[in-house]
């Protein structure tokens, strides 16, 4: 695993071709072992990815500096971008020659391909999540049953959640967002009037503490859709509610987690028999996410039996 900006190609070859994975902890990831077996059945012209880590609070030019390495390496196909998405954005997207209208919107890169010489940079968040979103949520589950929404975390997960949900024909008639700070709200507001979400559906709520949003999940509607989009129980252990909440009868819990600590997901499985909770981890949203990505960095088109057996691959080794 490589653990700098600037970190070297693998050094298995000096001509081989690869694939990077932007992160923190790149290493524990499932990915490291089922991209291989991806690759093979994809058929890839490479089976090796390699991480690039950095710290939460990185420097914008150490964003730079990893973006210019993929630009500049030949045999560096392009990476897919995890947790730092919204800072390679900011720090990073004069660098690109293209991005797409989610990446100029969400102010994220999530999807970094090249194309020859022209580096293109996407934001896949927004389909990836209505992806997984789909696949345990019924379609018309909020005409329904008058739930709502509270997503944990305005950043690239949680501005595309609330991106997805806007556009869904069966909208809620509420998504409230939180975050600890009122700059990361104020971001968030503005790319929903920029995409000309009607407005009145967002409710965008600082909590400064996890007692405040407590408070919003456990004033939720029965059957209300409760996300975990802040990363905490991965990169950073904990939750961003305490073990006092109270979550909505028959409540649908997302932990967009799959690996980690993961007190989210723990604190939603103590209640789940007790409330009738419906508990998803974050699992198909990674196979989602990644599958992707891959495709966008090989210029593939993916059906969804491909989709499936890429699952397969991935489960047996996760």
């Known amino acids: 695993m490589t653990t700098a900006a600037t970190s070297p190609a693998p050094s298995a070859s000096a001509t081989a071709d690869y694939m990077g994975f932007v992160g923190v902890t790149t290493a524990s990831s ?26 939460m609070d990185a420097d914008p030019a150490q964003y730079r500096a990893m973006v210019e390495q993929i630009r500049d390496d030949p045999h560096h196909r392009g990476a897919l971008v995890t947790t730092h998405k919204m800072n390679v954005y900011a720090a990073a997207a004069d660098l690109f020659d293209e991005l797409d209208p989610f990446a100029v919107s969400c102010a994220e890169i999530s ?33 329904r049953t008058g739930a709502e929404v509270v997503v944990l975390g305005a950043g690239g997960s949680g501005t595309a959640l609330s991106w ?14 939180t975050a600890r ?20 559906l967002l409710r965008y709520v600082v909590t400064e503490t996890p007692e405040e949003a407590d408070a919003l999940v456990t004033a939720a509607p ?3 859709v409760i996300a975990n989009a802040t990363g905490l129980g991965k990169d950073r252990p904990g939750s961003p509610l305490t073990d006092a909440v109270v979550f909505p009868e028959g409540a649908y819990v997302w932990e967009f987690n799959y690996r980690g600590s993961l007190e989210f997901l723990h604190q ?8 009738g909770l ?31 057996r890429l699952a397969e691959a991935a489960e047996s080794v996760r």
């Open 181 to 200: 700070t009122q700059d990361k709200l104020d971001h968030l507001r503005e790319v929903h009037r920029q995409h000309g979400t009607p407005e009145g």
């Open 268 to 275: 939603a499985e103590a209640q789940q028999d007790g409330r």
């Open 30 to 55: 499932s990915i490291m072992k089922v991209f291989p077996l991806w690759a093979d059945i994809l058929g890839l012209p490479t089976r090796t990815l390699v991480g690039h880590d950095l710290p």
């Open 222 to 224: 029965a059957g209300s």
């Open 278 to 308: 419906q508990v998803v981890d974050g699992w198909r949203y990674f196979i989602h996410g990644w599958s992707q990505v891959v495709a966008d960095v090989f210029d593939l088109d993916l059906t969804p039996a491909t989709v499936e």
């Open 164 to 177: 997805a949900l806007a556009e869904r024909d069966d909208a809620p008639t509420l998504i409230t967002v």
């Open 111 to 143: 999807s970094i391909a090249k194309r020859g010489s022209t580096l293109s940079g996407r934001a896949k968040d927004p389909i990836t999540v209505d992806l997984a979103l789909r696949e345990f949520l019924p379609a018309d589950h909020f005409a």
